[in-house]
């Protein structure tokens, strides 16, 4: 299990210094957002169990919801779009959990995990096109 959260943390500090050095001002600031909640997470949960519903990690979630939502008012590229709906997902699934408890603990638990895979891609790519866009912001 730590070699996941290894890798997890190497895919995530790769995308925040893409995104520092070739993205935008949106750009980073979801790098960062995704940076904050990372950390918060593993320092409220440090050990989740999934067998009901996790209110630190959804607490942390809703922040990062509101966080890409607020991106996503503020340009007229799609990509905070994308990584808004893959947050809204991971809403659901505690969501979900909050409503039919019979959910096992091992899907739950790799819901809320790697959704945030798709998230760093997505603000990855991002930053890396930001330039061949010849945009200097988002």
Known sequence: MLWTVAL???VLLITV???LLRGGPLERWAAYTALI??????VLAPNPEW??????IFV???AV???FWSISLKTKRFW???ITGWQLI???GHIQKMMFSEILAGPYALLSMYISYPILFVILYASGSVRRRGEVGA
């Open 17 to 19: 210094t893409v995104a």
């Open 80 to 82: 905070p779009y994308w």
């Open 37 to 42: 909640a990372s950390v918060s997470t593993t």
């Open 90 to 92: 991971a809403i659901f």
């Open 65 to 67: 919801l509101a966080s």
């Open 51 to 56: 067998t009901d519903i996790e209110i630190n």
């Open 8 to 10: 997890y943390y190497g």
């Open 60 to 62: 942390v979630d809703i």
